[in-house]
């Protein structure tokens, strides 16, 4: 790092010559290496006692002239568990590493409020708070909450899971201390619309709320959430699992600004807020409906969103091709749409046709459960000339003569998955010579591919990924629910695709009233099964973001 050899010094290692001649190391791996190995470099120091001359260990520290600027940069190179290693050094790098450190995730246990002045103290940086408490202890509460806000006045982001504890008054208190506050989280709290309130009637540059689990909301009585001084800055609500999520409509209606709207798993009809919120002039961008009671009614009425780009529509049974038909027609910037039509076939031929007619910009689409013709197919491999990434699951009408269509036409196409469908390896063959782009093709759970067509696919394409498991089980679940995270802090822009789950056997002694039952539990049980199998398309999100640790980087 620039320190001129000395006469003292011993040979350099040889193992410092390997690292330059290894390519495979990391840059986070080389910067962890030099940062142990040199500051305990050992060197011989000769004295003379008694005529005689004894070699006496030294110690130099290599990192002495490193400004406390550069080592904090250098510490941002590291994981949480190696800066915490490193802060074990010296207190110099203890003082570094803590002022340096800018996310921190505590257990916010009761008993942590004593704690909290020093930890604070040594981490008083911090911008990006993360407080769990799990279910069975209790949390901190307000005191603790307020503690906090004082020692973090710069915090920009806050996520509260399970901190039952915590009342409308905390949340005043941190609304109040902590004014450059943009990103607010929280699940499984109980400070219901008061809490909330108190947060947004001080937050002036508040721009993503995301709630799950809201407790004390399920009273009739509860007051409406207002918008509050955030009415200017929020671009985005994320509501989840909600039982009164409607108390939301003043909120979403009165943000001006408001960009991405999420509503995931929440009981009750959003056909009237989503009319409401697209009757005005609106910035809405993106849209995801996720097992929730929609219809086509509040489907068409997005058709106002003149702006709108990416729209997730996933197990919504009421919406049919009618309210895709309008969309398709009027929402002319769409990019990016998830239709998972949870095999009701209420969306189908019509409204595809649609969407390859009006959607020359969409680069991504994701069909679950949907059954399309080689038509419509057709359509959108032909007009839509932009598909970058493709997803085909669960569908009985997708076979041989569809893929190779899409081979054929689609010349952009970059990634594609194709999950549970009747495809054999004639179909995946066509990936030989078509689709010049593609990098990257996942075939799932289609019983008619084989291994091996995937090794000649990949000796014919020497540059493309080719991934088939085509020896899982079954019965495996496929969904195109997101990740179970709250406003997607992280965030993946590509959702994870599972699989759908295939209705249960029936048996078949049972009377006509089971039946339907059976059915009926398996189609509309929105709250229903977790276990839910990640697809591949995690990865392939635009912008890798790094997974958030129980540490801090």
Not at 100 to 106: D, E, F, G, K, Y
Not at 524 to 550: I, Q
Request: hydrophobic share 35%; proline share 4%.
């Amino acid at each position: 790092m620039g320190q001129s050899s000395s006469t003292h010094a011993p040979p350099r290692s040889t193992h410092r010559h390997h690292h330059h001649r290894s390519s495979s190391f990391s840059t986070r791996s080389d910067i962890f290496s030099f940062i142990h190995s040199k500051p305990n470099t050992s060197i011989q120091t000769p004295i003379i006692i008694s005529d005689q001359i004894i070699p006496i260990p030294t110690t130099i520290d290599y990192t002495s002239e490193i400004p406390d600027e550069c080592l904090a940069l250098i510490f941002q190179f590291l994981t949480s568990t190696d800066r915490k290693h490193c802060s074990l050094v010296s207190s110099r790098w203890l003082l570094v590493e803590g002022q340096s450190r800018h996310r921190l995730a505590l257990n916010a246990q009761a008993d942590v409020l004593p704690l909290i002045p020093s930890i604070f103290s040594r981490f008083d940086s911090v911008t990006k708070l993360a407080l769990r408490c799990d279910r069975r202890s209790v949390s901190v509460g307000d005191e603790g909450l307020l503690l906090i806000s004082q020692r973090c006045p710069n915090l920009t982001r806050l996520k509260l899971r399970g901190c039952r504890e915590v009342s409308a008054v905390g949340m005043s208190s941190v609304a109040k201390n902590c004014r450059f506050l943009k990103k607010f989280s929280c699940g499984s709290c109980m400070f219901g619309a008061k809490g909330i309130n108190a947060l947004l009637e001080n937050s002036y540059s508040l721009e993503e709320l995301s709630v799950k689990r809201l407790r004390d909301v399920n009273d009739g009585s509860a007051e409406p959430i207002g918008v509050g001084a955030a009415a200017n800055s929020l671009k985005s609500v994320c509501l989840k699992e909600l039982y009164n999520g409607q108390l939301f409509g003043s909120l979403i209606c009165g943000a001006k600004r408001l960009k991405t709207l999420k509503l995931l798993r929440c009981l009750g009809d959003w056909d009237r807020l989503l009319t409401e919120v697209t009757d005005s002039d609106n910035c809405l961008v993106e849209v995801h409906l996720d097992r929730v009671q929609v219809s086509d009614v509040g489907l068409s009425s997005l058709s106002n969103c003149s702006k709108l780009e990416i729209l997730h529509i996933v197990k919504t049974p009421e919406c049919t091709n009618v309210g895709v038909v309008a969309v398709a027609e009027h929402c002319r910037y769409l990019r990016k749409l998830h239709i998972d039509g949870w095999r009701t076939n209420r969306i189908g031929n019509e409204g595809l046709l649609a969407i390859a007619k009006h959607s020359a910009n969409l680069q991504e689409l994701v069909l679950i459960g949907v059954n399309p013709n080689g038509i419509s197919l057709e359509a959108i491999a032909t007009n839509c000339q932009k598909l970058e990434r493709l997803a085909l699951c669960g569908s009985e009408t997708i076979a041989d003569v569809e893929i190779s269509c899409i081979a054929s036409k689609c010349v952009a196409l970059k990634k594609l998955c194709i999950k549970g469908c009747p495809v054999s390896d004639e179909g995946i063959e066509a990936f030989a010579w078509g689709c010049p782009k593609l990098v990257k093709i996942k075939v799932k759970k289609c019983k008619n591919v084989t291994c091996e067509v995937g090794d000649w696919l990949r000796a014919r394409r020497g540059s493309l990924v080719v991934n088939l498991d085509v020896c899982e089980v079954e019965t495996e679940a496929v969904d195109a629910s997101a990740s179970d995270g709250g406003v997607q802090e992280d965030a993946v822009e590509f959702p994870p695709i599972v699989s759908q789950p295939n209705p249960p056997p029936i048996r078949s002694n049972s009377t006509g009233s089971s039946r339907r039952t059976s059915i009926f539990k398996t189609r509309f049980g929105f709250l229903g099964g977790r276990g839910l199998v990640p697809c591949t398309f995690r990865r392939w999100s635009n912008g890798n973001s790094s997974s958030n640790s129980n540490g801090s980087s």
